[in-house]
C-alpha cells in the first residue's frame, strides 16, 4: 500500500478573520468511493473526471490495485481504471479497516464473480455500522452470507433478479444492491430506496458503463440486468458537503464567500437552515453566495435521509450555532453516537448538553482558542470553523480524519484569508503564533 497518514499532524488556526473570496469545490468523496469499486463489473477501461484528492480514495485505489486492477492517474482529477484482468475477490482486513465504504466491495465483487470476502467497514467511530440491509439484499439476489472471523464472506453459483424492500433508508445498502444486481439475468427493483445525490451518481456511472439502472433518485429503483459492462467516461458530482462546510464557514465568519462548481439543488436544506439563521445566501446556475452582515438566530435542526438534512453537516452546524442568539436544538435522526465532539467544542467556551440523540445548543457571545481533537471526518471540520470564530490560537489535532474527506482544505481556507497552518504536533504552540 501507498497511503501514508500521519497521525501527529495538526492545525494551527488564529481566528477572527473574516472569511471573503471565491472557492471552487471538489469531486463528491461519497460518490467517489462508491463509483471506484463499481469500475469492478466493468472489463474495458473507466476513465472517472472529478475524483477529489483525499485519503478515503487513496485506500480504494490501493485495494483496486491489489485486487489486480489497473490504476492511472491522468492530470490532479481524472482516473483511468481497467479491470480485464481481476485476479481476486479477498480484500485484507488491513486496508479496510481504514474506511466505512469499502463494504462497496462486496457488492462489486459478488455483482462480477458471485463471491465476495470482505472484511467489515472501518471510518468513522459514532455509532454502529450494521449492513443488516446490506445483506438482506444480497441474500434476496441469491447468495449466501456469512460473517465468519471478521471476514464478510457473500457467494453464489449465479444471483436470481429479486424484488427488495429495504425496512431502513440506507445509502449504503442501496448502492451495494444496485452493485451486485446490474448483471444479474432479469430485474430487480428495491423499494424505499435512499435518494441522496451520490446514489444518482453512481447509477448513473453504472449507466455509462452499460448498465441499465431506472428511477435512482426515487423511492424505487428498477435494474435490468445486462450481460456484459464495458469501460465509460463520467464525471462525478460536486461534493455536497464540502459546499455545505464552506457555507457555514462564511456564515461563521461574518464573511461573503461565493461557493463554485456546485448543485444548488443538493444545498437546499442548508441554504434554508442558514436563511432561517439570519444569513444572505444568493443562488445562481452553479455557485451560491454566502454572506452575513448581522448578528445569527437560532435555530432548530434535525437530521434526515435526503432531501432532509443531512447528518454530515451536523457538526459543523453545531460549531455555528454555538454562537446564535438564543437557544437551538440539535435532534440526530441517522447515527446513535454522533456528538462525541461536544466535549471538543466546550473546550472553545461552547454551551451545549448532550441527552441521547438530541443536543441543546445555548448561544455564546464568543468562542476562546483552545487545543481540541477531531473525533471524525465531519467533527473536524466542524472544530476548524469554530477555530475560525474563536479568538486566539485554536490547535485541532488528529488530521487524519479530515483528510479522510477533505481536499487541500486548508489552502483553500487559506486563499478566502484564513490564518491557518499544518503542522507536526512536536512543534510548540509558541512557535506556531508566527502564522
Known amino acids: 500500500m501507498n497511503v501514508q497518514v500521519n497521525l501527529l499532524e495538526k492545525f494551527v488556526i488564529m481566528g477572527g478573520k473574516r472569511l471573503v473570496g471565491d472557492v471552487t469545490v471538489s469531486g463528491a468523496k461519497n460518490a467517489a468511493v462508491a463509483a471506484i469499486p463499481a469500475a469492478l463489473l466493468a472489463e474495458g477501461t473507466c476513465r472517472i473526471e472529478n475524483v477529489p484528492q483525499i485519503k478515503d480514495v487513496d485506500v480504494i485505489l490501493d485495494i483496486m490495485k491489489y485486487l489486480g486492477a489497473k490504476v492511472k492517474k491522468i492530470g490532479v482529477n481524472t482516473l483511468e481504471i481497467s479491470c480485464e484482468k481481476i485476479s481476486g475477490f479477498s480484500v485484507p482486513y488491513e486496508m479496510t479497516k481504514k474506511m466505512r465504504a469499502s463494504y462497496y466491495f462486496v457488492g462489486a465483487l459478488l455483482g462480477r464473480f458471485c463471491h465476495a470476502e470482505v472484511p467489515p467497514p472501518g471510518g468513522c467511530c459514532f455509532g454502529n455500522r450494521p449492513i443488516d440491509m446490506h445483506i438482506k439484499g444480497f441474500e434476496a439476489l441469491g447468495a449466501k452470507v456469512s460473517i465468519d472471523r471478521g471476514i464478510v464472506e457473500a457467494h453464489a453459483t449465479q444471483l436470481e433478479p429479486a424484488q427488495i424492500f429495504l425496512d431502513v433508508v440506507s445509502v449504503g445498502a442501496t448502492i451495494n444492491i444496485m452493485l451486485a444486481a446490474v448483471r444479474v439475468k432479469g430485474t430487480t427493483i428495491i423499494e424505499n430506496a435512499a435518494k441522496e445525490p451520490h446514489v444518482v451518481d453512481v447509477a448513473n456511472f453504472l449507466n455509462a458503463m452499460g448498465a441499465n439502472v431506472r428511477g435512482a433518485g426515487t423511492d424505487t429503483i428498477k435494474i435490468k440486468g445486462v450481460d456484459k459492462m464495458s469501460g465509460g467516461t463520467y464525471t462525478l458530482i460536486p461534493d455536497q458537503i464540502e459546499a455545505g462546510t464552506f457555507m457555514v464557514a462564511a456564515a461563521a465568519t461574518c464573511g461573503d464567500i461565493t461557493v463554485k462548481n456546485i448543485i444548488p439543488k443538493h444545498l437546499e436544506s442548508i441554504t434554508a437552515k442558514l436563511v432561517e439563521m439570519n444569513v444572505i445566501v444568493e443562488e445562481f446556475d452553479d455557485s451560491v453566495r454566502v ?103 485554536t490547535q485541532v489535532h488528529e488530521l487524519f480524519h479530515i483528510d479522510r474527506g477533505y481536499e487541500n482544505l486548508e489552502q483553500k481556507l487559506k486563499n478566502l484569508g484564513a490564518q491557518i497552518v499544518r503542522r507536526d504536533d512536536g512543534i510548540e504552540k509558541e512557535e506556531a503564533e508566527v502564522i
Do not use: H
Not at 455564546?364 to 472544530?383: F, H, I, M, N, Y
Open 291 to 393: 454572506r452575513r452582515d448581522g448578528s445569527l438566530c437560532k435555530a432548530n435542526i434535525k437530521t434526515m435521509p435526503y432531501p432532509g438534512f443531512p447528518t454530515d453537516l451536523q457538526p459543523q452546524t453545531a460549531a455555528l450555532l454555538s454562537v446564535a442568539e438564543g437557544t437551538s436544538i440539535i435532534t440526530e435522526g441517522i447515527w446513535d453516537n454522533r456528538f462525541q465532539y461536544v466535549d471538543e467544542l466546550r473546550r472553545l467556551g461552547a454551551q451545549i448538553s448532550v441527552d441521547g440523540k438530541i443536543a441543546v445548543v445555548e448561544g455564546v457571545k464568543k468562542l476562546s482558542g483552545a487545543d481540541v481533537k477531531a473525533t471524525d471526518l465531519r467533527a473536524g471540520a466542524g472544530l476548524v470553523i469554530a477555530a475560525l470564530m474563536a479568538e486566539g490560537i
